[in-house]
């Protein structure tokens, strides 16, 4: 058994607990000691980070050979096409190679937690929200899929990690879980959670919800 750390980062945090040019880290959200990320999430990006201090679970969580899928909702500029929605889900030729075969929808609606800033938007300015979820972890590999396809990234969040998801934990909330280590070749099983979760002073819980 491990323990694993369920964080929903917020916009603009490191995935490290220390940085020389004064970003915020994880360390202004979770003070227990010898936790790792498991896997990345952008800085400029929001959602689902997991952390383990355990490095077997550490490694059956990143390493691509376990292919995890990983949930993303994103905020496009413009009012995504089908087409554009069709060749996602195919796959898009990037400078390293074609992406692989992907679910993409529309989400008709959102209600999330504001970011904080806010994206940079004018009033007149069409965007459009689509639930993408992709089995690899390239480099920036979302905003450029959907860069590539016509429709800039403004805001990702990531929502799930295979069975793991944000489950009402606002920016800055974390939560435990106990963790079975699988055999190789299959993924970790989640035990009995520990349901306790940290709150930041001062958050709300929103609801959240979704139309296609």
Known sequence: MATIVLLNKPFHVLCQFTDPEGRN????YIQ???LYA???LDYDSEGLLLL????KLQQQVSDPKFKLEKTYWVQLDGDISDAAIAQLSRGVELKDGITRPASCQRLASTE??????PIRQRNNDVTSWIELKIREGRNRQ??????AVGFPTL???RMAIGDWSLDGLLPGEWRCEQIKLSATGQQPTTQR????ITRRQGRTKPSASRSR
Do not use: E, H, K, Y
């Open 155 to 157: 805001r990702l969040i």
């Open 193 to 196: 959670p520990r349901r306790s």
């Open 142 to 147: 979302v905003r450029r899929m959907t860069a």
């Open 52 to 55: 383990t201090d355990n490095g």
């Open 38 to 40: 498991a896997g990345r």
């Open 32 to 34: 227990q000691p010898g």
């Open 25 to 28: 880290t994880l360390a202004q």
């Open 112 to 117: 999330l937690w504001p970011r904080t800033p």
